[in-house]
């Protein structure tokens, strides 16, 4: 299982779209914490992140990585991501038709998945980004697209609210938002307490990095759900149509190494990629490897 979010993030003038997750993947009676969760398309002004049973979500996550490479005016992004999130349905759907129970390991049962996934990227015909939850409906029998919900702040009741769109001056938008994973309840809850306005405070009228704090308080947390675990993996995806990861230094700057989509990075390796410091969340080129005085300290 998963927790993964996607958040638009506004940076003065600009926007930026990012996605964080964790990196485990369990379920077999293992649990493997070095698992790519979010994977930027080829077109590259856009990226994917997945939820739920990684045998049927990540096939499908790969195969329509695989129709974008296959088809040029997908590739070159002339079709808006619009266009690509109905072509991701359609082909989710036909791959949830190849799947049948094996007359000799089970018995027939009905075909369901719990594969999720939230994709999300830039719209060149809206001129913004624009970002999805996916998931298979077993009433219709097939896959289907919510936009992100808005993350608003109610002016009467004084608290941050997830669900429905800004209205006028009594529900003003911080931000679009989705979740995903079996620990996105618990992540929801911990933004929206992070976001709530107190004493003397500004009322919140965007959001910057909480998601990602969130993220990492979670895996940091020595009690956290066995359903995640490893380090944040972290993507960016821009305004002028390119995206690209950021390491993270985990679990600390100090004493720890950049870890690339859930893996440690090797002691000889130079990344051409920034790698952020999860707590003063700066970013930097990092340093050689073998100047850092690594902690391989065990993920709890």
Not at 123 to 140: L, P
Not at 241 to 261: D, F, I, T
Not at 266 to 285: H, M, V
Request: aromatic share 10%; with cysteine.
């Amino acid at each position: 299982m998963t927790i993964a979010i996607a958040w638009i993030r506004k940076i003065r003038e600009c926007e930026e779209l990012l996605f964080v997750s964790d990196s485990r993947l369990s379920g077999d009676g293992t649990n493997f914490d070095a698992c790519p969760k979010v994977m930027i398309l080829p077109r590259g002004d856009c990226a994917i992140a997945f939820a739920g049973y990684t045998g049927h979500a990540y096939p499908m996550m790969q195969q329509l990585a695989f129709a974008i490479e296959s088809h040029g005016p997908l590739q070159r992004g002339a079709m808006d991501i619009s266009a690509l999130k109905s072509h991701a349905l359609k082909i989710f759907d036909s791959m949830i038709q190849l799947i049948e129970s094996s007359p000799h390991l089970s018995s027939p049962e009905e075909i369901k998945t719990d594969a999720n996934f939230i994709l999300g990227g830039y719209s060149w015909i809206k001129k913004g980004f624009e970002v999805w939850n996916i998931s298979y409906r077993k009433t219709e029998k097939r896959f289907m697209a919510q936009p992100a919900e808005w993350l608003c702040y109610s002016v009467p009741g004084n608290k941050v609210l997830h669900g429905g769109r800004p209205r006028g001056s009594t529900k003003l938008g911080i931000a679009r938002i989705a979740f995903a994973g079996d620990q996105a309840p618990s992540a929801r809850a911990m933004l929206i307490k992070s976001l709530y306005p107190r004493a003397n405070s500004k009322i919140p009228t965007k959001i910057d990095m909480e998601p990602f704090e969130v993220v990492r308080d979670m895996l940091r947390d020595v009690k956290h759900s066995e359903t995640i675990g490893g380090a944040p993996q972290l993507v960016k995806v821009y305004q002028y149509m390119k995206s690209a990861p950021l390491a993270v230094y985990w679990k600390r700057k100090k004493r720890g190494r950049p870890y690339l989509l859930g893996r440690p990075c090797l002691g000889y390796e130079r990344i051409d990629r920034w790698a952020l410091d999860p707590d003063t969340l700066e970013s930097e080129r990092p340093v050689p490897m073998d100047e850092y005085e690594v902690d391989d300290t065990t993920n709890p």
